[in-house]
C-alpha cells in the first residue's frame, strides 16, 4: 500500500481514472461517512512504480484542506480509502509501509508508535494477499483510533492519534512516497 509513484488526477469533478494498465478505476465517492461522521472527499490520486499503477488512495476530511501540517496537526475524523489496482502480498506490503514511516518519522515518533504500529503490522500480515479490486479504509475518531477494513470488514482498531497521524505522514509527510500522490491528495494544490 505504501511503495508506489501516481499519475496525477483532476479532483475538482472526481471521476473514474483511466490507469496506465488500461483498466478504469471506479471514481472515488464525494462524501463519506465513518462512525456517522460526514467526510468529503478532499483529494485522490494513483500510486505508480515503475509505470505500473498499484492502488488509487483517496483522502476525506470534515473539511477540505490543502496544506499537508493543516491535515497532520489537526486530530479530527479522517479516512483514507485505498482501492488496490493489483493483487498485493501483505507480507511484502509491511516492508514498503516501514520504509515509508521511518522516512517521515524521527526515531522519537518511530519509539512512541511502537506497540501500536506492532498490532498494525499484525492486522495487514493477517490479510496474507489481497486481491485486486478490494478496498483498504483507515478510518481515524479522535478518542477511539484508526479503524482498519478489508471491503468494508472492520479488522481491528488501532489505538491513537500519533499512530495514525505517523501512518498519514507516508502520503502527506516531507518525504512522501510519491510527490504527485501527495500533491493530489491535497486536492491537486501546490504541497510543500
Do not use: C
Not at 488526477?9 to 472515488?28: F, I, Q, Y
Not at 504527485?180 to 491535497?186: I, T
Amino acid at each position: 500500500m505504501a511503495a508506489l509513484t501516481a499519475a496525477a488526477l483532476s479532483v475538482a469533478v472526481p471521476g473514474s481514472v483511466e490507469a496506465a494498465t488500461g483498466d478504469t478505476v471506479s471514481p472515488a465517492r464525494n462524501n463519506a461517512h465513518a462512525e456517522g461522521v460526514a467526510l468529503v472527499l478532499n483529494g485522490v490520486g494513483v500510486r505508480n512504480f515503475l509505470f505500473l499503477d498499484f492502488y488509487q488512495a483517496a483522502l476525506y476530511l470534515p473539511r477540505r484542506l490543502t496544506h499537508p501540517d493543516a491535515v497532520l496537526n489537526t486530530d479530527m475524523p479522517r479516512r483514507v480509502r485505498i482501492t488496490l489496482l493489483h493483487d498485493v502480498s501483505a507480507e511484502r506490503d509491511v516492508d514498503f509501509l516501514l520504509g515509508g514511516l521511518k522516512e517521515n518519522n524521527s526515531a522519537e515518533e518511530m519509539a512512541v508508535i511502537q506497540a501500536p504500529l506492532e498490532q498494525f503490522l499484525r492486522l495487514l500480515r493477517a490479510m496474507g494477499t489481497v486481491p485486486r479490486g478490494s478496498v483498504v479504509m483507515l478510518d481515524y475518531r479522535p478518542g477511539t483510533g484508526t479503524r482498519v477494513l478489508l471491503d468494508n470488514q472492520l479488522l481491528g482498531t488501532v489505538p491513537g492519534a500519533a499512530f495514525n497521524r505517523s501512518v498519514l505522514k507516508i502520503w502527506l509527510g516531507a518525504r512522501p512516497v510519491q510527490n504527485s500522490l501527495k500533491r493530489d491528495l491535497l486536492g491537486g494544490m501546490q504541497a510543500i
